[in-house]
């Protein structure tokens, strides 16, 4: 509004406001409103018709509606919500037009007081309205937080004020006034005093910085550097609580005034709208940026096919869209079979340059191993990435990384990642924006493959009508050879060097014929081969097969003869072409190729082809291929799917075995036991100790059979001295390899070479498990005798212990089986599992293992584990003396025989044991006898051994339980820790071993 002065000169600039809600808050409110002058009221709004403001306004003219959000539609600045109804308020946050700012409760307050203290808050209210105005006009969201800082600084005669917003569980400085800006933290916790009003939602309040004992040391030491004695934090309110602080501060110690409070609340209130606001334009800004950068994606793949070009945009816009410093795009190689950095950007230095990503390596490996997303907010220190790119991470100074898989026709092809230099993560939003650009990646790949693929297909076919018009205008057999050989490299990708070899039928031989592709001389002079027979070399192979031979490294294969050649021609990878008609053989075609993939279907139907134009025979050489090419195929599948069946069935007899197998050697191995305490006889005791002996070896065979179907739960790792394992291995087979060898007049010598003692993570049993496999195998391999030598080292991050023997050695194909389960070289003898078991074991400890073998030069297993980190070394639990005699123990079995040999063993050890053969006669025992220990077992009929447990919990809390079961090494540990079991023990178990157990499980005497 204008006042009367001349040339209209704006005296006062008041601001409109609408009222939501006309009870007697609002009248009020109205009334004072009308009497200070400050701002002119617009509407009034209620949806009650008899609301008393409503009458009110209408005696003054002021326009009244029902409609909450109708207040919109009047000229309004400012909208007080005064029905107290959070609904209302955050209905009129969400629907306000740019330039109307909206108060809540905090602004009715702040104006009731400021209109009943006119007096003594006018040059406040203004500054309030005058914020609210600046805040609508001002552009930048930091210069609208300035205003505000400002504002309520100088209507509070403050010196200074600054203002902090969440962000991931800290508080970071957004805007500061009349405060030196490097004085001033960048990020606090909200432990601090920054944080007292946004932790606990209220006004925080420090009178004297000096005195105030809430005040840590190191906030004093901030506040003192700033000059700052007393300071004021109001939160910022928002929907879901608090999302910042608003802090005033003052050079001299002051107690703060509740209408100043609430004046700093008000102004917090503003804030508070100005940030939620932004917020709802930062995020209509990220989807409109989003949605152009997909749109871009599109029209790129859409109007382009060259792949580099479209995947350095598409990176471009992941770093753009997630805030990242960095950005990556890795890409399956099909030539090397691996994923290889593509595109780099942000990097600062070239540590990712030539870096590959394999399979469960890294952030990246991790994607690739389980197809899905994977974020971290702390790559150094994820359990769950290997550290196998910790080196280039940290030269980039990488913190906060995600990834995503990037999959055509659902075969991984790639990973898209990002990354930041700082702890701030990865968001739910970010991850799908990420995907949706890896999909447009992966649609990029397809088409520039299809692409390539149809260009490469129509050369070879216009190559391959070409030579067809050749070879039917050529009468010569010389000149139809050479054509041949010339064609033959324009059909074939990273072809360089071809000959065709010709079948003499009279000598049986194959001999040189026409050649393309290098010099003559160079080819004479690397050629030293006059003729091949069939069977012999690579072209000998190819000569008796029926189709084309693709080999990827040829240099590498013992067949190649001719090395030299290979060598001249730059080559490695070999494909033969048999030439054939009416079942004869006419000669070899052979091509030298730079490294490329395996040959696709459609370059082997070209090269038939090409075959058939030849020596006229295609469809009986393509026919040929494919019949065996589809019989190894279902040969696979069958062998597969054998395979599968077996561990299936495995897996489903290992549960019930187990535990029926462990009940039976429980009563075995308990009543050898029981019969060795009281035989003196040597002779008989020999007897009883191999019975014992061989219901552990039973023992052991079902825990092998559970290890190795998954039905043995796992064990808390420890920390493994790895030489103390070879020294406990090396000793409990000696009886065997000296003693015994000696006896049938064999001589082994078993060494440990390294001094090392490198400590890994792990069980320290299995681990011995493994190498007393591989000692078992080595003295295997040597009937006659031999040497076995166990070389340990220790690296930077792993420790790497190599089994060595000098026995007869594996062929290719041992080599290649040794770790399936299953397979066995022992006939009878061996069950197939001791090296799949011992693979697994490694696999579980983080580790790899590996054979290196031929026949007669022996073999070497290496077994490479991570090291484990430095950590002290546990002291062993201190001896618990037995009690015995006045100790009752309920003992909870269904198997008679098992709970008479428990019964046995624990009277015999001085206990008094009360049997019960199931858990509903348990519990009525238990409600007339109160026994020092339940002991029971968990496969029961009627109330299973979980159900006890549960209900002598409930019943009697502090009475101790414990389980021995024939599925002991099935039960979760965590499950045990839960139900608060003192200890579970397997079927079968050594006496002395349960005593020990029971021992400790007892309450002291």
């Given at each position: 509004?204008?006042?009367?002065?001349?040339?209209?000169?704006?005296?006062?600039?008041?601001?409109?406001?609408?009222?939501?809600?006309?009870?007697?808050?609002g009248t009020a409110l109205l009334e004072r409103l009308q009497r200070s002058g400050l701002?002119?009221?617009?509407?009034?709004?209620?949806?009650?018709?008899?609301?008393?403001?409503?009458?009110?306004?209408?005696?003054?003219?002021?326009?009244?509606?029902?409609?909450?959000?109708?207040?919109?539609?009047?000229?309004?600045?400012?909208?007080?919500?005064?029905?107290?109804?959070?609904?209302?308020?955050?209905?009129?946050?969400?629907?306000?037009?740019?330039?109307?700012?909206?108060?809540?409760?905090?602004?009715?307050?702040?104006?009731?007081?400021?209109?009943?203290?006119?007096?003594?808050?006018?040059?406040?209210?203004?500054?309030?309205?005058?914020?609210?105005?600046?805040?609508?006009?001002?552009?930048?969201?930091?210069?609208?937080?300035?205003?505000?800082?400002?504002?309520?600084?100088?209507?509070?005669?403050?010196?200074?004020?600054?203002?902090?917003?969440?962000?991931?569980?800290?508080?970071?400085?957004?805007?500061?006034?009349?405060?030196?800006?490097?004085?001033?933290?960048?990020?606090?916790?909200?432990?601090?005093?920054?944080?007292?009003?946004?932790?606990?939602?209220?006004?925080?309040?420090?009178?004297?910085?000096?005195?105030?004992?809430?005040?840590?040391?190191?906030?004093?030491?901030?506040?003192?550097?700033?000059?700052?004695?007393?300071?004021?934090?109001?939160?910022?309110?928002?929907?879901?609580?608090?999302?910042?602080?608003?802090?005033?501060?003052?050079?001299?110690?002051?107690?703060?005034?509740?209408?100043?409070?609430?004046?700093?609340?008000?102004?917090?209130?503003?804030?508070?709208?100005?940030?939620?606001?932004?917020?709802?334009?930062?995020?209509?800004?990220?989807?409109?940026?989003?949605?152009?950068?997909?749109?871009?994606?599109?029209?790129?793949?859409?109007a382009s096919l060259e792949l580099d070009g479209v995947l350095e945009g598409l990176t471009?816009?992941?770093?753009?869209?997630?805030?990242?410093?960095?950005?990556?795009?890795?890409?399956?190689?099909?030539?090397?079979?691996?994923?290889?950095?593509?595109?780099?950007?942000?990097?600062?230095?070239?540590?990712?340059?030539?870096?590959?990503?394999?399979?469960?390596?890294?952030?990246?490996?991790?994607?690739?191993?389980?197809?899905?997303?994977?974020?971290?907010?702390?790559?150094?220190?994820?359990?769950?990435?290997?550290?196998?790119?910790?080196?280039?991470?940290?030269?980039?100074?990488f913190v906060a990384e995600l990834a995503v898989p990037i999959a055509v026709a659902e075969?991984?092809?790639?990973?898209?990642?990002?990354?930041?230099?700082?702890?701030?993560?990865?968001?739910?939003?970010?991850?799908?924006?990420?995907?949706?650009?890896?999909?447009?990646?992966?649609?990029?790949?397809?088409?520039?493959?299809?692409?390539?693929?149809?260009?490469?297909?129509?050369?070879?076919?216009?190559?391959?009508?070409?030579?067809?018009?050749?070879?039917?205008?050529?009468?010569?057999?010389?000149?139809?050879?050479?054509?041949?050989?010339?064609?033959?490299?324009?059909?074939?990708?990273?072809?360089?060097?071809?000959?065709?070899?010709?079948?003499?039928?009279?000598?049986?031989?194959?001999?040189?014929?026409?050649?393309?592709?290098?010099?003559?001389?160079?080819?004479?002079?690397?050629?030293?081969?006059?003729?091949?027979?069939?069977?012999?070399?690579?072209?000998?192979?190819?000569?008796?097969?029926?189709?084309?031979?693709?080999?990827?490294?040829?240099?590498?294969?013992?067949?190649?003869?001719?090395?030299?050649?290979?060598?001249?021609?730059?080559?490695?990878?070999?494909?033969?072409?048999?030439?054939?008609?009416?079942?004869?053989?006419?000669?070899?075609?052979?091509?030298?190729?730079?490294?490329?993939?395996?040959?696709?279907?459609?370059?082997?139907?070209?090269?038939?082809?090409?075959?058939?134009?030849?020596?006229?025979?295609?469809?009986?050489?393509?026919?040929?291929?494919?019949?065996?090419?589809?019989?190894?195929?279902?040969?696979?599948?069958?062998?597969?799917?054998?395979?599968?069946?077996?561990?299936?069935?495995?897996?489903?007899?290992?549960?019930?075995?187990?535990?029926?197998?462990?009940?039976?050697?429980?009563?075995?191995?308990?009543?050898?036991?029981?019969?060795?305490?009281?035989?003196?006889?040597?002779?008989?005791?020999?007897?009883?100790?191999?019975?014992?002996?061989?219901?552990?070896?039973?023992?052991?065979?079902?825990?092998?059979?559970?290890?190795?179907?998954?039905?043995?739960?796992?064990?808390?790792?420890?920390?493994?001295?790895?030489?103390?394992?070879?020294?406990?291995?090396?000793?409990?087979?000696?009886?065997?390899?000296?003693?015994?060898?000696?006896?049938?007049?064999?001589?082994?010598?078993?060494?440990?070479?390294?001094?090392?003692?490198?400590?890994?993570?792990?069980?320290?049993?299995?681990?011995?498990?493994?190498?007393?496999?591989?000692?078992?195998?080595?003295?295997?391999?040597?009937?006659?005798?031999?040497?076995?030598?166990?070389?340990?080292?220790?690296?930077?991050?792993?420790?790497?212990?190599?089994?060595?023997?000098?026995?007869?050695?594996?062929?290719?194909?041992?080599?290649?089986?040794?770790?399936?389960?299953?397979?066995?070289?022992?006939?009878?003898?061996?069950?197939?599992?001791?090296?799949?078991?011992?693979?697994?074991?490694?696999?579980?400890?983080?580790?790899?293992?590996?054979?290196?073998?031929?026949?007669?030069?022996?073999?070497?297993?290496?077994?490479?584990?991570?090291?484990?980190?430095?950590?002290?070394?546990?002291?062993?639990?201190?001896?618990?003396?037995?009690?015995?005699?006045?100790?009752?123990?309920?003992?909870?079995?269904?198997?008679?025989?098992?709970?008479?040999?428990?019964?046995?063993?624990?009277?015999?050890?001085?206990?008094?044991?009360?049997?019960?053969?199931?858990?509903?006669?348990?519990?009525?025992?238990?409600?007339?006898?109160?026994?020092?220990?339940?002991?029971?077992?968990?496969?029961?009929?009627?109330?299973?051994?979980?159900?006890?447990?549960?209900?002598?919990?409930?019943?009697?809390?502090?009475?101790?339980?414990?389980?021995?079961?024939?599925?002991?090494?099935?039960?979760?540990?965590?499950?045990?820790?839960?139900?608060?079991?003192?200890?579970?023990?397997?079927?079968?178990?050594?006496?002395?071993?349960?005593?020990?157990?029971?021992?400790?499980?007892?309450?002291?005497?």
């Amino acid at each position: 509004m204008s006042s009367g002065k001349a040339g209209g000169e704006r005296e006062r600039a008041v601001v409109r406001i609408g009222i939501v809600g006309g009870g007697r808050g609002g009248t009020a409110l109205l009334e004072r409103l009308q009497r200070s002058g400050l701002a002119a009221v617009a509407v009034v709004v209620d949806r009650r018709a008899e609301a008393p403001a409503l009458g009110r306004a209408r005696e003054l003219g002021i326009p009244t509606h029902h409609d909450p959000l109708a207040v919109f539609r009047y000229p309004v600045d400012l909208v007080l919500e005064v029905t107290g109804d959070s609904a209302v308020l955050e209905a009129l946050l969400a629907k306000r037009p740019r330039g109307v700012e909206v108060l809540g409760a905090g602004g009715l307050r702040l104006f009731w007081d400021l209109v009943e203290r006119e007096h003594r808050l006018g040059r406040r209210m203004a500054a309030i309205l005058e914020a609210a105005q600046r805040c609508v006009a001002a552009d930048a969201p930091g210069r609208v937080f300035e205003v505000l800082l400002e504002a309520a600084a100088q209507a509070l005669h403050a010196q200074g004020a600054f203002l902090r917003l969440l962000e991931d569980g800290r508080l970071r400085l957004r805007a500061s006034w009349g405060l030196p800006p490097s004085g001033v933290p960048e990020e606090v916790l909200l432990e601090s005093a920054n944080g007292w009003a946004v932790r606990e939602g209220r006004v925080a309040t420090v009178e004297d910085v000096e005195r105030d004992g809430r005040i840590s040391a190191a906030s004093r030491r901030a506040f003192q550097e700033l000059g700052v004695r007393s300071a004021l934090a109001v939160p910022l309110r928002g929907a879901t609580g608090a999302t910042g602080a608003l802090i005033l501060c003052s050079r001299e110690p002051r107690r703060f005034a509740a209408e100043e409070v609430q004046a700093l609340q008000g102004f917090a209130d503003l804030a508070a709208g100005v940030l939620a606001r932004q917020q709802l334009l930062d995020e209509a800004h990220r989807r409109l940026d989003e949605a152009e950068a997909l749109a871009s994606a599109a029209r790129a793949i859409g109007a382009s096919l060259e792949l580099d070009g479209v995947l350095e945009g598409l990176t471009e816009a992941a770093q753009r869209l997630t805030a990242g410093d960095a950005a990556m795009l890795a890409l399956l190689d099909p030539v090397a079979g691996e994923m290889r950095f593509r595109v780099l950007r942000g990097h600062r230095t070239r540590a990712f340059e030539g870096l590959r990503v394999r399979p469960g390596r890294g952030i990246g490996g991790l994607v690739l191993e389980t197809g899905r997303p994977v974020r971290t907010d702390d790559y150094a220190n994820d359990p769950r990435i290997t550290k196998d790119y910790l080196a280039p991470t940290r030269a980039e100074g990488f913190v906060a990384e995600l990834a995503v898989p990037i999959a055509v026709a659902e075969r991984p092809e790639g990973v898209l990642f990002v990354a930041r230099r700082s702890a701030r993560p990865f968001t739910d939003r970010d991850e799908a924006a990420l995907l949706r650009l890896a999909e447009h990646a992966g649609a990029a790949i397809q088409n520039a493959r299809l692409y390539a693929h149809a260009t490469a297909r129509a050369e070879a076919l216009r190559a391959l009508g070409v030579l067809t018009r050749a070879l039917l205008g050529a009468a010569d057999p010389a000149e139809i050879l050479r054509l041949t050989v010339e064609h033959t490299l324009g059909l074939l990708a990273g072809a360089r060097y071809a000959r065709l070899w010709l079948w003499d039928a009279q000598a049986e031989v194959l001999r040189p014929g026409a050649s393309a592709g290098i010099a003559p001389e160079v080819e004479r002079a690397a050629t030293d081969v006059a003729q091949i027979a069939p069977g012999q070399g690579v072209v000998g192979a190819v000569a008796q097969a029926a189709g084309p031979l693709f080999i990827p490294d040829v240099l590498a294969d013992p067949r190649w003869i001719n090395r030299r050649l290979a060598e001249a021609a730059g080559c490695q990878v070999y494909v033969g072409v048999p030439l054939r008609a009416d079942g004869r053989l006419l000669g070899v075609l052979s091509v030298l190729c730079a490294p490329r993939p395996a040959l696709s279907a459609e370059e082997q139907e070209l090269l038939s082809l090409l075959a058939d134009h030849a020596a006229l025979v295609l469809d009986r050489a393509r026919l040929v291929d494919e019949l065996q090419r589809t019989l190894r195929d279902l040969r696979a599948s069958q062998d597969r799917q054998l395979q599968a069946e077996r561990l299936r069935a495995l897996g489903e007899m290992a549960a019930g075995v187990a535990h029926d197998f462990n009940n039976l050697l429980a009563v075995i191995l308990g009543r050898a036991e029981l019969l060795l305490a009281r035989t003196p006889e040597p002779a008989r005791m020999r007897e009883l100790e191999a019975i014992r002996r061989a219901a552990l070896d039973g023992a052991e065979t079902v825990r092998r059979i559970q290890e190795f179907t998954g039905t043995r739960q796992g064990r808390p790792a420890g920390c493994v001295d790895l030489r103390a394992v070879l020294e406990d291995v090396v000793e409990f087979a000696r009886p065997r390899w000296e003693r015994e060898a000696q006896s049938r007049g064999v001589r082994y010598e078993v060494v440990i070479d390294g001094d090392a003692r490198p400590r890994v993570r792990g069980h320290a049993g299995e681990l011995r498990e493994v190498f007393l496999n591989l000692l078992w195998n080595a003295l295997e391999a040597m009937p006659g005798g031999g040497r076995v030598t166990f070389r340990i080292r220790q690296g930077d991050a792993e420790a790497l212990v190599s089994a060595e023997d000098t026995g007869c050695g594996m062929s290719e194909e041992t080599r290649r089986r040794v770790f399936e389960p299953f397979f066995t070289t022992k006939g009878a003898r061996g069950s197939g599992l001791g090296l799949s078991v011992a693979w697994g074991i490694v696999q579980r400890h983080g580790g790899t293992i590996g054979v290196d073998s031929a026949p007669g030069r022996g073999s070497t297993f290496t077994v490479r584990l991570p090291l484990a980190p430095d950590e002290p070394v546990p002291a062993p639990p201190p001896a618990v003396p037995r009690r015995q005699g006045s100790a009752r123990i309920l003992l909870v079995e269904d198997e008679e025989e098992v709970r008479a040999v428990l019964v046995d063993a624990l009277e015999a050890a001085g206990y008094t044991v009360v049997a019960a053969q199931n858990g509903r006669d348990a519990l009525a025992l238990l409600e007339d006898t109160r026994p020092d220990l339940v002991l029971t077992d968990l496969s029961m009929p009627e109330l299973s051994g979980w159900e006890l447990i549960r209900a002598v919990g409930a019943r009697w809390p502090d009475l101790p339980v414990a389980c021995i079961t024939g599925w002991g090494e099935s039960v979760d540990p965590a499950r045990a820790e839960r139900e608060r079991l003192r200890f579970v023990l397997t079927k079968p178990v050594a006496i002395q071993d349960l005593l020990d157990a029971v021992t400790r499980a007892l309450p002291a005497p």
